[in-house]
């Protein structure tokens, strides 16, 4: 590999440079928004209220993050020769040489252990022979910013961590950003005025609500939400993802409830800040496991004078991507950077299995939250109250989606335990969001549903070691994802702020560029594709990985079959309902005249973003998995996705592995293909018979599946289940606190205070008679003495020098007594 | 060896002679500017050279001049780690302890030249007369400081005392001026006489009045003579008070006290403040220099003379500050107060002289040796901190009376009643000092009362009687509280009366600023002490 030992060339000196550089173009690009923020949140104090200069600030500090995120990502490859595009040669290896050193046969074996041992220790002198560097190739550049603290050998600090991953991730976050922030500045044009009626709210008047505007402080929210969105992605430590972590969650709530004053506004901001939170705690929870047994948050190797520290991801993983499990499979030691066993005091480290498991799931519960899975997903839908391009933005291609990039660089710390759990989960969601997005009329929740379901896709791929599937998914989904939303917008603004999609219908003869550049992101998410051929828009390339890494999982581990069936007939139901939504939009008649007539196309402000996403929802897979895209992702690929693992623990499962031509999926890819065109096309083809043919009624099915009908309409029932299961709960437990509060509690207090009022009267009286007599009887005795002094000092010279005489002889006579004869 | 005989020694060319000339004079730099500073203001006048020139420039560039060179000679010494030197032929000496107080005295002077011009107490006219009799009686203190010679001791008090009469009735139309200055000339004469009358007894029966030789030709002339049935014993024994009654006149210890309220409430309270601190301070020098050289090494008939002196000094301390204090309580007039005040503080000052002595009569003691070497030292450091702190407190208090003064004229509490409403800068500084002079924490007075009673306390391992002197000294503190802080109640508590006269002050003018300065120092010793205590026990040092 030319990129071969990047990490090790800060301490060599050889290539200083590319990590300094890469460092400086992200600091810059993640730092922008803020200074913008900063700008923006200030605003009225230099500027007024009708001024749109705030959105172009915002737009330029992420612009110019865009620029530089590009620049860094071609100076990245210009630096490594684009090796990354090209098939590398280091996953064919491992491929084949982990195929007899799985950890089912490392672990199995009594002699598993020395072997490895011995197997370490001949690498480890093979590579002091070559260089001074003392582990094999790593292909991410790592460093720190700023040491917060440092408790003795545990350190907390601001890091940076930038690989392909890394780059991919900032651009395709910088550029959706810039769209975003540019479609806004049309969407949110309502907002600059001094008198803005909000018609959602109503006053007890029967009038409405009306406030200032609030442009400024959109952009403003949207800088900060910039921002805290790329430090998650640069961050070098989990400790830093948290912090970040916590501020896009932050800004994910202010926007929200952008709209305050409405109550379902601020209802679903505190709703989803508060089931945000309940994830966070297993995130916690998972920190805490590993800075006990790790002692350290950092991603990365660090190497510091002549001697390296092992990242968390070595520690767990060595050089060779395995588990050092001991025999008893209990317990995983942990290793250092030069692949021996970490040591401290001559023991070697260690952490318990379970332990590890339970960090893992910990670690995946904050991405549970944050990507909406089940069962925490139903915060995203409500979450659409926000204006919609945050809706865009942040709850759909951005921030819902770091909790599967969270996912994806914690990968090697999982066990195949949390992997199995982590595809459950994934499968689960796919399902039920997607079944749920059959019923919904409203347009925008339509969208939050099919998002879940594909964030749901995405973790079922993690958990299936489909790896590159996962993030290939996740960059493909939010092109698509984003023009979709931002299409959505465009509708919802060019009809005046109607969102119910029966109200609709034909638009497409009003708004082209809305309803053609939509159909393009439509075709794209339910993944069709030119039958014969492998050429379709992105979301088929990306669909198609998944589902490919879905079978050849469920070939080699029968009893998970349903991780395959899920995906694949919810690629069918995804088809359905996309194309449900664009032709009870676009086609057909008009349902709503009064909608239809009022309707208009958007101001190019709003359409150019929506072109250039189309083209690159369109195109941005092209060429699948052996396509630019997918390939700089795999490039980043943790050591041990690529090849099939087994594992023996309490889930015994096999990873497919999934790189080359004899890999597991590759075997399946064109099968797994096949059925998930044949199923979305049988979806889109439904749709096309409910809502353009109308041959069958939709409104029969309804009458006949009511029961169906109503539990999906009432989202699988999850919100009163909830209601039931916890809100009611807590009502009725505080309700006790109160009551005994006020009947227990407060009678204590209320007579410990009079108790103590009672105290204190006795004590003033006390303090008044005895100790201020006292007092005053010594300042009475004093003063009187005092003043009796006075009689000496009678004024006449004659006295006062007669004294001195006097004095001496009484003094004289003092001393003649006092000193012994 | 009279100022002609030198001159002629130093004419006739001995050049052993002339480079020893040289160097005293070299050393006694400070003075001479101080002394230069006068004739130069002095001329200007003639010349009138003082309309275009003011007089207190002469006056603040001499004294701050003058604390710069002894500034450099006390780097100096600490550069060179020279033993003490003894100037003009052993009539002064030179060693860390006389800087120290040649420093404190300038460095006063400084400060008390610049109140004198922001409350403008000598008109111009008056100006250089009054800088004059302010630098000679500093020039005299000077002496006292460094003086080795029972002669040199005479001079400095005297060329302190007789300005200092001058300055007391300096407000000539005031008719208790000039009384308090009368009474004062008077009473200081007569002091003036019992302490010279002393010195000619000491002399006599001793042969020398060289400081350093007192101890050894005690030692030879009482090695077989011993209790107070010996007339040469009695004769010494009076001699000692004697002269200790000069002592007690320029400390105003009970009962040679008399002089004091009267002359400090005739006075202006500028005076005031320069006599309660600088007279103080040089006159404890002194005592000190003299005590030490007399306890010598503290061996045979001299641990009795020390002991038995510190006790004495003890009793005299406890008196003084009851008295002090007692007296002080129902004053009405502020400057009475506050001489009641000094003579309290000079008592607890006395303690630290007083626990000296009574730790040098054992220092060659055996069992007492090792452990408490240091105690001497201590005791010093304890009376020299308090003096710095001193200097601030007081003359922040005798400042902020002259600038009240300087408004409503009056000096009366009563008249000082509310003043926090109209000039908050005043009162809080006041508060300050008045709680500094108490002693509360965390002010410098704490410390430095802290400091002294530590070493009475170490005393007490001595001689019982110390126990005694500290329960006084913590008894007074107390007392104390009641006068000082209904200053404090009376300025920042009370309402001002609808018809008393107003008092303006910009905190933002040089006066609020100079007071703000002065008590924030009071503030800063009580908060930062290492520096100056380390100062003041190498000063001590030098002693041992």
Known sequence: ?821 | MDFEALFKQFLSGDVAQQASILRSLVIFLPELVLSGSIVLMLAARLVSLDRIIPTHWFALLGAMASFVIVLFQFWQFGQAQTAPVEVFTGLAIHDEFSIFFRGFLTFFLVFVIALTVLTGIPDDEDAPDFYSLLSGAVVGMMLMSSANHLLMLFIGIEMASVPSYAMTGFLKGKRRSSEAALKFVVYGAGAAGVMLFGISLLTGILGTAQFSELAPRFQAVFANHAGMQDPATRCVVLALLMITVGFAFKLSLVPFHFWCPDAFQGAPAEVGGFLSVGSKAAAFALLVRLTTSLAGDGTGALSQLSLSSGLALGLIAIVTTTFGNLAAYSQKNIKRMLAYSTIAHAGYMLMAVSALLVLQSVQSDLVFQGNHQQNGPRAMEGLLYYLCVYLFMNLGAFAIVALIRNQTFSEEIDDYKGLAQQVPVLAICMAICMFSLVGIPPLGGFYGKAFIFASVYEATNVHWFMWVVLATGGLNTVISLFYYLRVAKTMCIDARPADAAPVTLAASSSPALYVMLVSGMVVFLGIIIDPLSKVALHAAHALF
């Open chain 1, 1 to 821: 590999m030319a990129n071969g030992s990047l990490t090790h060339t800060f301490s060599d000196g050889i290539m200083p440079e590319t990590g300094d550089i890469l460092m400086f173009l992200l600091t810059v690009a993640w730092l922008l928004p803020l200074a913008g923020f900063v700008v923006e949140v200030y605003w009225l104090c230099y500027s007024h209220r009708l001024n749109k200069g705030a959105a172009y600030v915002a737009v330029a500090c992420i612009g110019i993050g865009f620029l530089c995120s590009l620049t860094a990502l071609l100076y990245w490859g210009n630096a490594t020769k684009w090796a990354a595009l090209s098939e590398p040669e280091h996953h064919a290896h491992s491929a084949s040489h982990d195929a007899g050193h799985g950890e089912a046969g490392h672990s199995a074996e009594g002699h598993g252990e020395a072997r490895h041992e011995h197997d370490a220790h001949a690498e480890n002198a093979d590579d002091h022979s070559h260089s001074p560097t003392p582990a094999p190739a790593k292909k991410y550049y790592t460093g720190t910013y700023y040491e917060l603290a440092r408790f003795s050998g545990l350190r907390v600090s601001l890091d940076w961590y930038i690989d392909s991953l890394t780059l991919v991730m900032f651009t395709m976050v910088t550029f959706i950003a810039t769209c975003i922030h540019i479609f806004a500045i049309g969407y949110m044009h309502d907002e600059l005025t001094e008198e803005y009626e909000d018609h959602e709210v109503h006053l007890h008047n029967g009038g409405h609500f009306s406030r200032p505007g609030r442009f400024h402080r959109f952009f403003a929210y949207l800088s900060l939400f910039s921002f805290s969105m790329l430090g998650i992605v640069l961050s070098g430590n989990i400790f830093q993802v948290f912090i970040f972590w916590e501020l896009v969650g932050l800004s994910s709530y202010l926007l929200i409830g952008f709209y305050i004053e409405r109550k379902s506004a601020s209802t679903a901001a505190n709703k989803a800040f508060i089931m945000n939170r309940v994830g966070d705690f297993g995130f916690l929870i998972g920190m805490m496991i590993l800075w006990t047994s790790f002692g350290t948050f950092q991603f990365g190797d660090r190497t510091e004078g002549d001697h390296t520290h092992a990242g968390l991801f070595t520690m767990v993983r060595g050089q060779e991507g395995k588990l050092d499990v001991s025999e008893d499979g209990k317990e995983v030691y942990l290793q250092d950077a030069y692949g021996h066993r970490a040591e401290k005091n001559g023991k070697p480290l260690s952490i318990s299995y379970m332990l590890l498991v339970a960090a893992g799931l910990g670690v995946f519960a904050g991405s549970i939250g944050k990507s909406a899975q089940f069962p925490l997903q139903t915060w995203l839908p409500d979450a659409m109250e926000g204006p919609t391009p945050v809706s865009a933005l942040v709850h759909s291609a951005t921030m819902v989606a770091a909790g599967v990039y969270l996912a994806a660089r914690f990968y090697p710390v999982f066990t195949p335990e949390v992997l199995l759990g982590i595809a459950y989960i994934g499968c689960i969601t796919l399902f039920i969001a997607a079944t749920i997005a059959l019923v919904v009329t409203d347009i925008k929740r339509v969208l939050a549903y099919s998002t879940i379901s594909q964030l749901g896709y995405m973790m079922l791929a993690i958990g299936v070691a489909g790896w590159g599937a996962a993030l290939f998914h996740l960059v493909t989904h939010a092109f698509f994802k984003s023009l979709m939303f931002l299409c959505s917008g465009s509708v919802i603004a060019g009809c005046h702020h109607v969102q119910d999609m029966s109200r609709m219908g034909g638009l497409r003869h009003k708004m082209n560029i809305t309803a053609y550049t939509m159909l393009v992101g439509v075709i794209a998410i339910a993944g069709l594709a030119i039958p014969g051929t492998s050429i379709g828009l992105s979301g088929f390339y990306s669909k198609d990985a998944i589902v490919a890494s879905a079978l050849a999982y469920s070939e080699l581990n029968p009893g998970h079959i349903l991780l395959f069936i899920a995906p694949l007939v919810t690629a069918g139901i995804t088809s359905f309902y996309m194309f449900r939504l664009w032709f009870l939009t676009f086609a057909g008649t008009p349902r709503d005249k009064h909608v239809y007539e009022h309707c208009h196309e958007n101001p190019s402000i709003m359409t150019t973003p929506l072109l250039v996403l189309a083209v690159l929802a369109a195109g941005c897979a092209w060429g699948g998995e052996g396509g630019p895209l997918y390939r700089l992702i795999v490039d980043s690929e943790t050591v041990p996705a690529a090849a099939r693992v087994a594992s023996v623990g309490a889930a015994k499962v096999i990873l497919p592995s999934h790189d080359g031509h004899e890999s597991d999926v590759h075997h399946v890819h064109s099968t797994a293909g096949t059925l998930a065109l044949i199923s979305a096309i049988i979806g889109m083809s439904l749709a096309y018979l409910l809502y353009v043919k109308k041959t069958i009624d939709p409104n029969q099915i309804r009458q006949q599946f009511s029961g169906v009908y109503d539990f999906l309409v009432d989202k699988w029932r999850f919100d009163s289940l909830y209601e039931t299961m916890f809100v009611a709960p807590v009502h009725i437990v505080s309700a006790w606190c109160v009551s005994f509060d006020k009947g227990v509690l407060d009678p204590i207090l209320h007579s410990a205070a009079s108790l103590t009022v009672l105290t204190s009267k006795w004590d003033r009286a006390f303090d008044e008679t005895f100790v201020d007599g006292l007092v005053n009887l010594v300042g009475t005795v004093t003063y009187n003495v005092g003043n009796s002094l006075k009689v000496i000092q009678t004024g006449r010279l004659r006295q006062y020098v007669m004294w001195i005489a006097v004095g001496v002889i009484v003094l004289f006579g003092a001393l003649f007594t006092t000193i012994p004869k």
